[in-house]
C-alpha cells in the first residue's frame, strides 16, 4: 500500500476526452451494426426473406444483409432485448459494457495481470499493431483448429481488423474464467452489434494514442483509481442532458439516476472516512484489549494519517467508552464487515480493502491469505447501476491480483480441497418485476413440505419488496427472513414432467432468484462500518414513485435522497457500529431537516467532523455543492462525549482543504448535549457554553411579536429611487 497520498498526476483533461469521445464512438457503433440487422430506433424490421439457415434484411441505407446460424440467434436476441428495455437503453447498454471491458484490459495489460501475458489492446514495442495479432499463432487463447484458421486466413488477406475481432471477442470470453463479473461469455447481441478495430478513430486507437499508459500502471503513478474517473467522464454528457431536462420538469428516471448523481468522492475525503470508521473499529478492538494503548501513535505505525483520535473525555464518559469498546473486545480480522450501499465505481471499497490489508498484516497474515477473506469475508457493496457494479467488481479484483500475486486468479482450496476463485460480495441491485409467482412452485426441490411452504412466503414477502427495486436503490427496507432456508430453495428446481409456461422459465429465473436472495440478505445485514457517498438528489428531480415511498418510509428526510441515506445507512449498522458519510451541508441547518437532526442526536453521537463547505470537489465549480464529511456512532447514551470538529469552508479547492484539515487548522470540540440546547438543534458546534446558556433564558418572543425587520425610520430620506443617482456615481 502506498503510505502517501495518490499521487493524481494524469491529466483529467485527457481521460475525460477520451471517456466523452468514446461512449459516443462506442453508441455510434452499435447503432450503426444494429441497422445492418434490421434493428433502429424506430423499428425491428422482418426479414424480407427467410431460408432454413439464413434471413435477410434490409439495411436503413437501402441494402441487403444476409445472416446464417449463431448470427440469427444473437439477432433474435436483439430483437428480445428492444422490446424489453427499449433501443436506447440497449444503445446504452451495449457501449458501457463493452467501454468497461475495454477499460478493464488496457489495466491488466499495463500492469501484466492477463493470464496470457500477451497485450491485447497495444504492443510493447510501441507498434501500432496489437501483439495479441503479432503473436496470434502462439498466444494461449484455447483457440480451436477452425478459428486459427479464420484468423491466419484474415490477416493473410490484409484483413486484420477482421482478425483482431476474433481475437479479441475470444480474449474477452476466456477472461470469464478470473472475473466473471465483467467478461461474461459474449454470444449474443453484445458481440453482433461490436465492431472491433485498432485503427482509425476506434476507441483502442483513442485510449493508446491520447491516455497515458502511466496513468494505468501501479508501479509508478496510475491507481486503480483510474476506473472512476473514466466512469464519471464517461457519464457526463447523460449528465449534462439529465439535469437539462430537470429545468423543463423532465423528473429523472431510474435509467438515469447513476449518471445524475455520480461524483467521484476525493481520495483525502475517502482516507478520512474509511480511516476513521473501518479503521476505529479494530483500533476500538486493540483499546480493548489494551486500555493503555496509545490511539494516535497506533493509527500512525498502519500509516493512518487522516485517523483522529478521541478528544479528552471526561472521566463519566471515559469510563461509557470503555464499556462500550468491549463488544469489540473478541473480534478476529475477519469478523468486521463494512458495506458502500451506494458503491459506484468503488473508491470507498477500494481503499477499505487497504485499510483492512493493514490489520490483517499487523496480525500476522500474508497478503495472499489476506486477500480472500477481506474479498469474502469483510467487504460487501451496493448500487442500482449495473457499470457501477462491474467496475467496482474489476477495482476489487484488481486489488487482490495486486496484493495477492498471480497465484490469486487460481483461487484457494474450498473445505473439499477443490479450487474456488474469489468472489467479491458486490452486486447491482435488481427487480424481481420479471419473475411469475406461479414459477416459485418449481423451487425447493429437496425440502420437506413445511420448509418450503415457509421459503416460498418468504420469498413472496422478498420479491414484493424488491419490486421496482431500481426506483429505490439501498434505501428499501428488506426483512430479516431465514436466509439459509431461501439460498436452498433457489439452489434447486424441480421441473420434471411438467411442460407448462411457467415451468419452462424457472430455469430462467432461478439465477435472478438467487442474486436476489444475495441482494436481500446484504440489505437486511447489519454492519460494524458504513461508509458512503449517497447521490444527491432533491425532491423537484425525484419521481413520483421515489418521492411517495419517501414520504411513507423516510418522512423525517424525505426533502434529499442524500439525507433519507442518512437515516438509512443508521438502520444498516450494528450498536455501536460506525456511519460515515460526505453530504450536502443543509441536513445540518435547515429547519426542514430539524426531525433528522433530532432522529441523529437521539439515536447517535457524532465522533468528528470535516465540515468542507463549497468547492471540495474540484470538478463542481461554485457554490452549488456545500459539502460535509461526518462520523457517527450507532449508541444513544453519549451526549456527553466531545467530538472534533474541524470548519474548513472558507479554503477553495480538494488540496487546500486537505492541507488545512492535516495542519488541524479552525478545530473545535462540541458535545450533542450543547447542540440541543438551541431550538431545533441546527449544528452550532463553534459556539460556545456561553453562547448555548443564552438559549436557556426567555426569548424575545416571550416579550413581543415582532412585526417588522430592519426599516429606515424615514424612507424619502435615506432611499433613492434609480433615476435620483448622479450616473457618475
Not at 486537505?658 to 449544528?683: M, T, W
Amino acid at each position: 500500500k502506498m503510505d502517501n497520498d495518490i499521487k493524481m498526476t494524469f491529466s483529467k483533461s485527457s481521460i475525460k476526452n477520451f471517456a466523452m469521445q468514446a461512449r459516443n464512438i462506442l453508441r455510434t457503433m452499435a447503432e450503426k451494426e444494429a441497422g445492418f440487422y434490421g434493428v433502429t430506433k424506430d423499428e425491428c424490421v422482418a426479414p424480407i426473406q427467410k431460408g432454413a439457415d439464413f434471413e435477410t434484411y434490409k439495411t436503413p441505407a437501402g441494402t441487403e444483409n444476409t445472416i446464417y446460424g449463431a448470427d440469427i440467434r444473437r439477432r433474435a436476441s436483439l430483437k428480445k432485448a428492444v422490446n424489453e428495455l427499449g433501443f436506447e437503453q440497449v444503445i446504452e447498454e451495449t457501449a458501457y459494457t463493452w467501454f468497461n471491458r475495454i477499460i478493464a484490459i488496457r489495466f491488466m495489460e499495463v500492469n501484466d495481470y492477463l493470464p496470457t501475458r500477451v497485450r491485447v489492446l497495444s504492443s510493447e514495442n510501441g507498434g501500432l499493431t496489437p501483439d495479441i495479432v503479432s503473436h496470434s499463432l502462439d498466444v494461449e487463447l484455447n483457440l480451436t483448429p477452425e478459428e486459427l484458421e479464420k484468423v491466419q486466413r484474415a490477416k493473410d488477406a490484409n484483413k486484420f481488423d477482421e482478425a483482431y475481432r476474433i481475437l479479441f471477442i475470444k480474449q474477452c470470453n476466456e477472461l470469464n474464467d478470473i472475473l466473471p463479473g465483467l467478461f461474461e461469455r459474449t454470444d449474443d447481441y453484445m458481440e453482433l452489434l461490436l465492431k472491433v478495430s485498432y485503427t482509425g478513430d476506434s476507441v483502442i486507437r483513442l485510449l493508446v494514442d491520447t491516455v497515458s499508459e502511466d496513468n494505468f500502471n501501479v508501479e509508478t503513478e496510475g491507481q486503480v483509481e483510474i476506473i472512476g474517473w473514466m466512469y464519471q467522464y464517461y457519464n457526463s454528457e447523460l449528465k449534462d442532458d439529465t439535469f437539462a431536462k430537470l429545468k423543463k420538469n423532465i423528473k429523472i428516471t431510474k435509467e438515469r439516476i447513476p449518471a445524475a448523481t455520480q461524483l467521484f468522492t476525493p481520495d483525502w475525503i475517502v482516507r478520512y472516512m474509511v480511516e476513521n470508521s473501518v479503521g476505529r473499529v479494530w483500533i476500538d478492538h486493540l483499546r480493548a484489549v489494551n486500555e493503555s494503548l496509545d490511539e494516535k501513535a497506533t493509527a500512525e505505525e498502519y500509516g493512518w494519517k487522516y485517523y483522529l483520535p478521541e478528544a479528552e473525555q471526561e472521566d463519566e464518559v471515559a469510563k461509557q467508552l470503555i464499556e462500550a469498546r468491549k463488544s469489540y473486545k473478541d473480534i478476529m480480522p475477519q469478523d468486521i464487515s463494512c458495506i458502500d450501499p451506494c458503491m459506484g465505481s468503488g473508491h470507498i471499497l477500494v481503499y477499505m480493502f487497504d485499510v483492512l490489508m493493514d490489520i490483517y498484516k499487523s496480525e500476522g497474515y500474508s497478503e495472499r491469505d489476506a486477500v480472500f477473506d477481506i474479498l469474502e469475508k469483510n467487504i460487501f457493496g451496493l448500487d442500482i447501476d449495473r457499470r457501477a457494479y462491474q467496475l467496482s467488481y474489476f477495482a476489487l479484483m484488481m486489488k487482490g491480483r495486486e496484493y495477492g500475486g498471480r497465484r490469486f486468479f487460481r483461487g484457494r482450496e474450498d473445505e473439499n480441497g477443490e479450487r474456488a476463485a474469489a468472489m467479491p460480495h458486490v452486486y447491482a441491485i435488481e427487480e424481481s418485476n420479471s419473475i411469475s409467482r406461479d414459477q416459485l412452485q418449481y423451487f425447493g426441490a429437496g425440502l420437506n413440505e413445511s420448509s418450503k411452504k415457509t421459503a416460498i412466503t418468504q420469498m413472496n414477502g422478498l420479491l414484493d419488496t424488491m419490486k421496482d427495486a431500481k426506483e429505490y436503490g439501498s434505501i428499501l427496507k428488506v426483512e430479516n427472513y431465514d436466509w439459509e432456508l431461501l439460498r436452498v430453495f433457489a439452489a434447486e428446481t424441480d421441473t420434471e414432467g411438467q411442460m407448462t409456461f411457467e415451468s419452462m422459465g424457472a430455469e430462467g429465473a432461478k439465477k435472478l432468484i438467487t442474486r436476489l436472495v444475495q441482494i436481500g440478505e446484504m440489505l437486511a445485514s447489519k454492519y460494524d462500518a458504513v461508509v458512503t457517498n449517497p447521490p444527491y438528489m432533491g425532491g423537484n428531480g425525484m419521481g413520483n414513485r421515489l418521492i411517495q415511498f419517501c414520504k411513507k418510509f423516510f418522512p423525517n428526510s424525505k426533502s434529499d435522497l442524500y439525507a433519507v441515506f442518512i437515516e438509512r445507512c443508521r438502520n444498516l449498522i450494528k450498536i455501536n457500529g460506525i456511519q460515515s458519510m460526505i453530504t450536502q451541508q443543509s441536513w445540518m441547518f435547515l429547519g426542514s431537516f430539524t426531525k433528522l437532526r433530532e432522529d441523529v442526536l437521539q439515536n447517535s453521537y457524532v465522533m468528528n467532523m470535516a465540515h468542507l463547505g463549497a468547492r471540495a470537489f474540484d470538478e463542481i465549480s461554485g457554490e452549488v455543492v456545500q459539502t460535509t464529511a461526518f462520523v457517527l456512532c450507532n449508541n444513544s447514551n453519549f451526549d456527553e462525549y466531545i467530538a472534533r470538529y474541524f470548519r474548513i469552508t472558507e479554503e477553495s479547492g480538494e488540496e487546500e482543504k486537505k492541507v488545512a484539515f492535516l495542519a488541524g487548522c479552525h478545530e473545535y470540540y462540541q458535545n450533542i448535549a450543547e447542540l440541543k440546547k438551541i431550538p431545533d438543534s441546527p449544528f452550532g458546534y463553534w459556539f460556545n457554553k456561553t453562547i448555548t446558556a443564552c438559549f436557556k433564558e426567555k426569548k424575545l418572543y416571550n416579550f413581543a411579536c415582532t412585526r417588522q425587520g430592519f426599516a429606515t425610520g424615514d424612507n424619502s430620506k435615506y432611499l433613492r429611487l434609480w433615476h435620483e443617482i448622479d450616473q457618475k456615481k
